[in-house]
C-alpha cells in the first residue's frame, strides 16, 4: 500500500495561484477531504504565512485552527523552512522554538523539515522542538541535479536524518526534476541502507515526466506520493491525486482512497480553479523540460512570473531563467528552494536588468558570508570577490548561522507592547517576529485585500486580470475591456490612451475611460506633486516598498553610499548615492510603495 500527502491546501495553489487561495474557499469541501484517509494534508508553512497577511488580509494563525476543526480526522502537516521558519532568513533558537511549539498548539500535527542547503546543523533545533512537542517529524532533503548531488550524497544525509529522530523521511523535489531512474535509485538507496523510517517523495510535474518517476519510486519501495487534487495540479503543480489513485487501484500499492468521493471533490476544485482565473498563467500550466538546466522550482516559477509583471519586465523571462542556472553554479550548487532560490532567482534579475552583479542584494551577500549555512560546492573566488570585496575570506562564518544571533522573543515583545492598538497574544507577537513591517501592518489592521472571495471571478478590465488577459494579447501594451453587459456593448474591446499631462509644470498621469471620463491618478486637488526629474535626483530601479532611511535632509554623502534600503521581490536591496553632495529633499518615506523610475531624493 501506498499512501498519498494532499497538497490542495497549500503547496498547489503555492504553484499555480501565487498562493492566493483564501481560507472561505477551503472549509466548504473540507469535510469530504478528511473523510479520504490521506497520509496527511498539507495546509500551512510555506509561503501561507506570508501571503494571507501581505495580500489576503488574512491570520494564517486563524486557518491553521480553522482547518484543524473542519478536518480532525487527518493530520495536518506543515512545511517549516529550519531556522528560516516561514520567512527567509534566520531566527534564533528561542523563536524557532516557540514557534514550534506555538503551532503545535494551534494545530499542525506534523511538521516537514528542510533546509534549502541541506544543512544538517539548521534542522537540529527544529527537529528537536517538534519532538519536545510531541509532533511528527518529516525530515526532508532539497533534491538537486549537480556534480556533489549523488545517489551517495542523499543516502548519507537520509542515515543522519534518520538518527536525529526522525519519523518520516522526504526527498523534496520541488522544481519537479527527478528522473526515474534517480527517483528508483535514492529510494533502493535508503531501503538497502537498512533505514527504517517510512520515506516520501514529493515532485512537481514541471518536467513532465513525473509520472515515470512516482512508478518507479513505487517500484522501488516508496511509502508515501505527494500529490494534488486534478484541478490544481499538473504543469508547476504535484502529480494529480486521482490520477494516481487509479494508477494504483488494483496492484499491490493500491492506496485504498475512494475515487468516487475524490472525483466529487474534484469538481469542487474546478469551481475554485474557475473563480482564480485572475491568477492562471500558460507558463505555470505547461510542461517545460528545461526545469532539469534552469531548476527552478514551481512555487518560485509561479511568483517569478506574477513578480516580474511588476517590474515590468515579463520579456525578461527566458533571459532569466537562463541566468539562474548561472548564477546557481557560480554560488556552489545550492537547491533552488526557499530562501536559496529567491537569492539566486533575485539575484539573477538583478543581472539582467542592471548587469551582472551590478546590483547585489542584501541576501546574497549574507549567502555568501554563509549566513544561510554550508553551500554544497565552493563558490567561486571571483564572485566572492564580486560580491563581499578582495578581502572576502575576513567575512566568512564556518560556524551554524544561528549561533551568532540573539534572542528576540522578549525584544519582539516589549516592542509591540509600545503599539497599544495590537492585542498582545503569543501568536500575534509571532508574526510581527517573523514579519516586522508587514505583520505589524496587518495587526493594526491596516492590510487591505486583493480581494474576498465574494469577489471572484475579477471582471476582466481589474487590474489583476490584466495581465492573465495580456498573456493572451501580449503585442497590446494596455488592454481594458469593457465591462458593459454583452447586449448593451457597442464594439469590441476598447484600448484607452494613457497621458502625461503637464499642468503649470506639474506632470499628472491621465487616463482615458471607455464611458467617455477620464482620471487623473496619483493626484489630488490643491495636493503638491513630486517632480519626475530634476538635477541629483535618485531614482527607484526597482518596484517595492521602502524599508528604511539611511540619511536625512542637509547630511554629505560620497559615490557609493547607502541611503535607503527596498524590499523588492521579497528580497532586501541597497540604494546607493551615485554622486558625492548633499541631501537637499527626500520625497519619501518608510512604509512607501514606490515603482521603477519613482524619485526617492534629490543629492546636488
Known sequence: MVQLHEMIFRDAHQSMLATRMRTEDMLPIADKVDQIGFFSLEVWGGATFDVPIRYLNECPWERIRKLKKAMPNTPMQMLERAMNIVAYWNFPDDIVKKFIYLAKKNGVDYFRIFDALNDLRNMEVPIESVKENGGHVQACLSYTISPVHTVDYFVEKFKKLSKMGADTLCIKDMAGMISPQRAYDIIKGVKDAGIKQPIDLHS????????????????????????????????????????????????????????????????????????????????????????????????????????????????????????????????????????????????????????????????????????????????????????????????????????????????????????????????????????????????????????????????????????????????????????????????????????????????????????????????????????????????????????????????KVKVGDVIATIEAMKMEQEIKSESNGEVKDIFIKEGDSVSCGDLLMQVL
Not at 546574497?364 to 558570508?369: A, H, I, M, P, R
Not at 571571483?382 to 551554524?400: N, Y
Open 204 to 555: 512537481h510535474y514541471t518536467s513532465g515526466m513525473t509520472g515515470m518517476a512516482y512508478q518507479r519510486a513505487v517500484e522501488a519501495g516508496v511509502d508515501i506520493l505527494d500529490t494534488a487534487m486534478s484541478p490544481i495540479s499538473g504543469g508547476t503543480a504535484a502529480p494529480a491525486t486521482e490520477s494516481v489513485v487509479a494508477a494504483l487501484k488494483g496492484t499491490e500499492w493500491d492506496t485504498g482512497y475512494d475515487l468516487e468521493l475524490l472525483i466529487e471533490i474534484r469538481k469542487y476544485f474546478l469551481k475554485v480553479w474557475d473563480k482564480y482565473r485572475h491568477l492562471h498563467r500558460f507558463n505555470a500550466l505547461k510542461v517545460d523540460p528545461s526545469v532539469t538546466l534552469h531548476q527552478v522550482p514551481g512555487g518560485m516559477l509561479s511568483n517569478l512570473i506574477f513578480q516580474l509583471e511588476e517590474q515590468g519586465a515579463h520579456d525578461k523571462y527566458q533571459e532569466i531563467l537562463v541566468e539562474t542556472a548561472r548564477v546557481r553554479e557560480e554560488l556552489g550548487y545550492p537547491p533552488l528552494v526557499t530562501p536559496t532560490s529567491q537569492v539566486v532567482g533575485v539575484q539573477a534579475v538583478m543581472n539582467v536588468l542592471h548587469g551582472r552583479y551590478k546590483v547585489i542584494t542584501k541576501e546574497t551577500k549574507d549567502y555568501c558570508k554563509g549566513m544561510y549555512g554550508k553551500p554544497p560546492a565552493p563558490i567561486k573566488v571571483e564572485i566572492m570577490k564580486k560580491v563581499l570585496g578582495p578581502k572576502w575570506k575576513d567575512e566568512v562564518i564556518d560556524c551554524r548561522p544561528a549561533d551568532l544571533l540573539e534572542p528576540m522573543w522578549e525584544k519582539r515583545k516589549s516592542e509591540l507592547k509600545e503599539h497599544t492598538d495590537v492585542k498582545l497574544t503569543d501568536e500575534n507577537i509571532m508574526t510581527y517576529a517573523i514579519y516586522p513591517q508587514v505583520g505589524l501592518k496587518f495587526l493594526k489592521g491596516q492590510a487591505q485585500a486583493e480581494f474576498t472571495s465574494e469577489d471572484l471571478p475579477l471582471p476582466l478590465d481589474h487590474k489583476l486580470t490584466r495581465g492573465m488577459v495580456k498573456q493572451s494579447f501580449p503585442e497590446v501594451k494596455d488592454l481594458w475591456l469593457e465591462t458593459l453587459p454583452p447586449e448593451k456593448r457597442s464594439g469590441p474591446a476598447q484600448i484607452p490612451t494613457e497621458f502625461e499631462v503637464e499642468v503649470d509644470g506639474e506632470p499628472f498621469e491621465v487616463k482615458v475611460i471607455p464611458s467617455g471620463g477620464f482620471m487623473v491618478s496619483g493626484a489630488t486637488s490643491g495636493a503638491p506633486q513630486k517632480p519626475k526629474d530634476i538635477d541629483g535626483g535618485v531614482k527607484s530601479n526597482m518596484q517595492g516598498t521602502i524599508l528604511s532611511l539611511k540619511v536625512k535632509k542637509g547630511d
